[in-house]
């Protein structure tokens, strides 16, 4: 099972809105309401962002939002703070045996 | 909720490792639990799962033969069974609440398999 695409890197200035895209395939992202994000800052565990596609768990700023269309998830950074400096990864469940796939993961630089 | 696990360390390749997890804080046979891992410096692999009461199990392909997911609900537990390491299964080995999406985890234990 292969990973998810993700772009490596994503900048942008304090204030501004940035997207991440993930894509996958009709097996995973395309074909199941199943797609989590999480935020990994450096040598942490990863944290819950978005779950099913764009719900957001509690206490979780609503800075964050996701969606899909087709193959393709994506997570909105709204308002770009210093703090959201971090890793993304995308999730999805899977037809396939593998539990569930993760994303190649996005560097998100505040510039 | 908290995830404790333990059992991490260094292994030659070939060999055998047990990774163990303590969960608390919620009620333990009401949720899946997973192994998720991550290369340092590099991205996140579902390596395992296992239902509620432990009557399903689904492993990623690398894995499929080598290792063993289990818990022991009595004792709020969950278990990994690595044989036949190799240096690819390097990674922070992290114990995760749910199945499919999850919002707990534990704070890692490091498995490095080298010679």
């Known amino acids: 099972q292969s990973a998810l695409t993700q772009p490596a890197s994503v900048s942008g200035s304090p204030g501004q809105s940035i997207t991440i895209s993930c894509t996958g395939t009709?097996?995973?992202?395309?074909?199941?309401?199943?797609v989590a994000w999480y935020q990994q800052h450096p040598v942490k565990a990863p944290k819950l962002l978005i779950f099913?596609?764009?719900n957001r768990p509690s206490g979780v700023s609503n800075r964050f939002s996701g969606s899909k269309s087709g193959n393709t998830a994506s997570l909105t950074i709204s308002g770009l703070q210093a703090e959201d400096e971090a890793d993304y990864y995308c999730?999805?469940?899977?037809?396939?045996?593998?539990?569930?796939?993760f994303g190649t993961g996005t560097e998100v630089t505040v510039l | 909720v908290q995830l404790v696990e333990s059992g991490g360390g260094l292994v030659q390749p070939g060999g055998s490792l047990k990774l163990s997890c303590v969960a608390s804080?919620?009620?333990?046979?009401?949720?899946?639990m997973t192994w998720v891992r991550q290369d340092p410096g590099k991205g996140l692999e579902c390596v395992a799962n296992?239902?509620?009461?432990?009557?399903?199990?689904r492993y990623m392909d690398s894995v499929k033969g080598r290792f063993t997911i289990s818990r022991d609900n009595a004792k709020n537990s969950l278990y990994l069974q690595m044989n036949s390491l190799r240096v690819e299964d390097t990674a922070v080995y992290y114990c995760?609440?749910?199945?499919?999406?999850?919002?707990?985890w534990g704070q890692g234990t490091l498995v490095t398999v080298s010679s």
């Open positions: 995760v609440r749910g199945a499919g999406w999850w919002e707990y």
């Open positions: 999730s999805s469940y899977t037809s396939t045996s593998t539990p569930y796939v």
């Open positions: 099913d596609v764009n």
């Open positions: 009709s097996s995973d992202v395309g074909g199941y309401n199943y």
């Open positions: 296992i239902a509620q009461d432990g009557s399903e199990k």
């Open positions: 804080g919620f009620t333990f046979t009401n949720y899946w």
